[in-house]
Structure formats: C-alpha cells, structure tokens
C-alpha cells in the first residue's frame, strides 16, 4: 500500500501508467489536483477515489467524463446537475452517464434530445430512456420530435405513442427496428409499412402477414435489400418480377423463390452474374446448363462446386473456375485434375494448388514439378509423396533445399512428428549423397537437421505444458524415440549420418545428465 509518506512523484508516475493506483494513495495525495488530474486522464473511474473536494471540481469532473461517461456518478449531487458535465458525459455512447443525471436534467428537454442524437439508427439498445421523466415520457410534442431523430424511442413510449400514425410515420424513416415496436395496427398500415421498407433493410419481417402478401410492399421491399424476399408470402415467391428484383439486388435471394422460379433460366442466370455462389439455388437442371454455369464460374471461380458432374470435366468451364478462384480446382472431376497440361501450367503460377492435382500428372510432367517445388518449397512436404521424390525428383533438386528450404522456409509452419519422420526418412534416401559431400557442406546439413529437429521438439513442449494432454505425451515421447535432444553439441549430430543407413531413424544423444533430469 502506497502511505500517506510516500514520495508524490512516485505517485504521479504510477497514476500515469494505471489510474486505478489512485486507490492506494494517501488521502493528503487523493486530494492534491495535479494527482487527480493525472490519475482521471488515465482511467475516467479513478475519480471515484478523489476527495470529495475534487469530485466536486468542475475541471476534475469535466476530464473525468470525456475519459469515461460512467464517471459522472462519483461526480457530487451538485455537479451531477450541471448541464455542460452531463453534456459531455451523454456523449459516450458506451456508457450509461444518463442514469446519473440529476431528476432535474432528466427532465430538461434540450439534454434528453442529444442523449437520443447520440443512439445510433442500427441500435437496440435505448435502456437509457428508462431514466427519462415521465413528464417528457407523456409530452406528446417531444416524442414526435424525438422519434424524428431516433425512431429507436418507440422502444420506451407509451402504448399511446407507439399507435400513435404520425409518430410512428416519422420514426421508421429513422431508425430500422422503429416498426417493430409500433403497435399491431401501426404493422397494418401500408404507408408506414412502405416507409419502413423503403429505408431500411429487413423491415419486412415486422409488417404484418397481409401487408407480406401486399405486392407493391414486397417489390419496394426487395428492390431495397433483395433477401426480403424470405419474409414475403408463399404466393409472391413465385412472382417473376418479384424475384428477378430481389436477384438482382441480392443474388443469393434465389435461395428464398419458389421451386418454379428456380428453374427460370433468365432468372438464374441474372443470379450467377451477380453472384456466382447462387448457383447453389438453381434448380438441378440448370447446373447442367453450360451458359449458367460458364457465366457463374466467370463471377465466382467456386461456383464450379455446384456445377453437374459433367460440366465439371468441362475443359473451359474448370479453366475458367480455375482462372477466377485457385482454389477451385479441388472441385474439377479427376480426369481434368491428372491429365490436363493446361491445368499444370496454371499450377506453376499458383503452387499452393499442387495439392489438387494427382501424381500422374506428376510423373508425366516431372520438370515442371521441380520447378514448381525449387520456387516454392514450402508446399513440398504436405504434397508429394515419400515415394515420388525417391523415384523421380531425389536426384534432381539440390541436397540443401531438400532439407533447409523444404523443412524450413516457412516459419510459420510448426513440424509436427510426422514431419521429423519425413525428415528421418529424407535423409535415409540422401545417405549416399551425403556421404559423397565436402565436410563444409556435411556441416551446414548438421546444423540444418539439428536446428529442425530441436525447434520440432522444443514447440511440443510447449504444446505439452499448455495443453496437458495425454495425447501430445504420446507424441512427443514417440518423437523423443527418433531424436532425443536436450543440450546438445554439434559434435553429436555426426551419429545421424553414420546411423542413418543402418537404422533409418535420427539418434542425438543427450548432453550428459541425470536420468531424473532427462526425464523432466
């Protein structure tokens, strides 16, 4: 605890680093200003543990708000009745500084009007309207100005107000959820309804099941947000023009028309121009339409997922997916991904996509690969197999990209175990190579393998210890059978290459250690 001896400029500077420390000063520093001032500028609240001399400085106050408008109830009675300070506290709009106002600025016309200027159109939240006095809350001139600003106000108006035609009139044009708190008749009444759709999204849903069947509501309602389309009767779901508004606004309202508007062609294919995605809706028929689906895939490369199985071994509609979206490509049926050139040279561009394409296409394009690993070798190790580079690329990409670049270059990659078993397996194969290299080049794989494998181990450690879990014990003491290191000197990693050939797995001996320590 900071006593009442304790030296002020100590104080200052932990005020200024958390003002919250003001809680553990002396009373003499609570009520030295420049503390004050210091520790509110830091955190609004720490006024609370001011004297009450400074919670009733107006400067002192005034800061305290501007940090935080909650900070106005540690404010004094007197202060709490000052309009500038309850001014600048409404102001947060995080906060609840309203609820601390004096009754007498609750009930002041001008403070209640820029608290609701204050509430966003999107929010739900005007909680702080409970704490209006009941004389504005009956004053029926003000709510109809009032819900001019925020129509968010209906929220906390009486029964009277909420059914009251003009109000209600004037607060759905300005907040969204206005309609939803207007009475029953209010949702019956096509002007408003019109309105409510007219200027803001989703309103639909609060218009009363006649007015959803109403067919100059719902054609004002989609054209402003296309997925309104949801809230409208079964019967214009399958209104042709209804629908062919909502697509083009939204085209994932497909999703939301009728079975026979799905498969509309025109329709449809207004849908995937906009949005490539909608294919998802079209009625199974038209994903077997060649023009839909080249015109989906051109907007969305992904569509291509959609699409019927013999449009996928298209060769324009899979390149023209490809082209657009990479990834695209694990949706082409097998043939397109294992035997089409063309799809390979689009691969060269984008390596990360290696993953899609088979090994035939591998084997008979073996230049190509080696480029495309030499160029991006951190795709390497999740991507070809063990037995592809023993037969065809082994020989034919340099020793220390095998091991450096391709175990190594992307740091955000973590090696789990199965990559030090890949590891261990590489360089069973490169044995011979290895052996034929000269000590410098020997060295540099050394460091290379014992940089690997110690990383590997060292990260599933730490999985281990935040984790807990008996499935990383598993592993890392199965890693630990491969490549058990410690405080290892280079000179031990010589082991690896001579063991490699005979037990094919990697071996580091521990520093010399106790058996109690090694096993902790």
């Known amino acids: 605890m900071i006593d009442k001896n304790s030296r002020r400029e100590a104080v200052l500077v932990a005020v200024r680093d958390e003002g919250e420390v003001l809680k553990y000063a002396s009373d003499e520093l609570k009520n030295d200003r420049e503390v004050v001032l210091e520790a509110i500028r830091q955190n609004g609240r720490a006024l609370q543990y001011a004297s009450d001399e400074l919670k009733n400085d107006r400067e ?257 509609i899979v390149l023209e997916a490809v082209r657009n979206e990479g990834n695209a490509l694990q949706y082409a049926s097998e043939d397109k991904k294992t035997h089409s050139k063309e799809i390979l040279e689009i691969v060269k561009e984008k390596p990360y996509l290696i993953k899609y394409i088979g090994e035939n296409i591998m084997y008979d394009n073996p230049e190509l690969v080696i480029k495309i690993v030499k160029e991006s070798a951190e795709y390497y190790l999740e991507n070809i197999s063990m037995e592809f580079y023993k037969n065809v690329l082994g020989n034919k990409l340099p020793l220390n990209m095998n091991i450096r670049d391709i175990f190594s270059n992307d740091e955000s990659n973590i090696l789990t175990r199965n990559g030090i078993l890949t590891l261990r397996d590489l360089m069973s194969t490169e044995i011979d190579r290895i052996k034929a290299l000269d000590s410098s080049t020997r060295e540099n794989i050394r460091t290379t393998v014992y940089a690997i494998v110690k990383r590997t181990l060292n990260e599933m450690q730490e999985e281990k210890e935040e984790q807990k879990e008996q499935k990383n014990e598993e592993e890392t003491r199965s890693v630990i059978e491969i490549a058990n290191i410690d405080d290892v000197k280079m000179s031990d990693i010589n082991a690896i290459l001579e063991s490699l050939k005979s037990q094919k797995e990697i071996t580091i001996k521990l520093a010399d250690k106790s058996e109690e320590e090694q096993e902790r």
């Open 60 to 316: 002192v106050v005034l800061e305290a708000v501007r940090r935080d408008g909650n900070a106005l109830q540690y404010a004094s009675d007197e202060l709490k009745n000052d309009r500038e300070v309850v001014l600048e506290a409404i102001k947060d709009e995080d906060s609840m500084a309203f609820e601390y106002a004096s009754d007498e600025l609750k009930n002041d016309k001008e403070v209640v009007l820029e608290l609701i200027r204050t509430m966003s159109d999107e929010t739900t939240d005007f909680q702080q309207l409970e704490y209006v006095s009941d004389e504005l809350g009956n004053d029926r001139e003000f709510i109809l100005k009032a819900a001019k600003i925020n129509g968010g106000v209906l929220q906390y108006a009486s029964e009277e107000f909420r059914e009251d035609r003009e109000i209600v009139l004037e607060a759905v044009k300005s907040n969204r959820y206005a309609l939803k708190y207007a009475s029953g008749k209010c949702c019956k009444d096509k002007e408003i309804v019109l309105e409510a759709v007219k200027s803001f999204e989703y309103t639909l849903y609060y218009a009363s099941d006649e007015l959803k069947n109403d067919r100059e509501v719902v054609l004002e309602a989609v054209r402003k947000f296309g997925a309104n389309l949801y809230y409208a009767s079964d019967e214009l779901k399958n209104d042709r023009e209804i629908v062919l508004e909502a697509v083009k606004q939204n085209a994932v309202a497909l999703h939301y028309a009728s079975d026979e508007l799905k498969n509309d062609r025109e329709i449809v294919l207004e849908a995937v121009r906009n949005n490539g995605s909608a294919l998802e809706y079209a009625a199974p028929e038209l994903k077997s339409d060649r023009e839909i689906v080249l015109g989906a895939v051109r907007n969305d490369g992904r569509a291509l997922e959609y699409a019927a199985p013999e449009l996928k071994n298209d060769r324009e």
